[in-house]
């Protein structure tokens, strides 16, 4: 059974950084596309990053330059490093895995996902 958990959500002050985690198990993560989307109060569910099996990464528009997508295989863990964070990148942050499908638009509607990690950011 496939199961995804996060960690390293947390509050920062406008300009700082936090590195989300997200472990894997119940399947190697290498053989699935993976990726983050994330929702804040009141809005719709907004893809973020994603990384296919091959490697390739994409990213909203929104976070370009700022986050990056990555994944330890042999640690079954997928990672988002989230620089020179703003306060619009406040919402709860969730890691998600599907097959045969890599997009950031589509993370949202990936296969599994967790229970998602909160962040918040202050001006």
């Known amino acids: 059974q496939v199961q995804l958990v996060e960690s390293g959500g947390g509050s920062v002050q406008s300009g700082g950084s936090l590195r989300l985690s997200c472990a894997a198990s119940?399947?190697?993560?290498?053989?699935?596309?993976m990726g983050w989307f994330r929702q804040a109060p009141g809005k719709e569910r907004e893809g973020v990053a994603a990384?296919?099996?091959?490697?390739?990464?994409t990213y909203a528009e929104s976070v370009k330059g700022r986050f990056t997508i990555s994944q330890d295989n042999g640690k079954n863990t997928l990672y988002l490093q989230m620089n020179t964070l703003k306060p619009e990148d406040t919402g709860m942050y969730y890691c998600?895995?599907?097959?045969?499908?890599?997009?950031?638009?589509?993370?949202?509607?990936?296969?599994?996902r967790g229970q998602g990690t909160q962040v918040t950011v202050s001006s």
């Open positions: 998600a895995a599907a097959r045969y499908v890599s997009d950031y638009a589509m993370t949202p509607y990936y296969s599994y």
């Open positions: 119940g399947y190697d993560l290498s053989s699935y596309s």
């Open positions: 990384i296919d099996i091959y490697g390739a990464r």
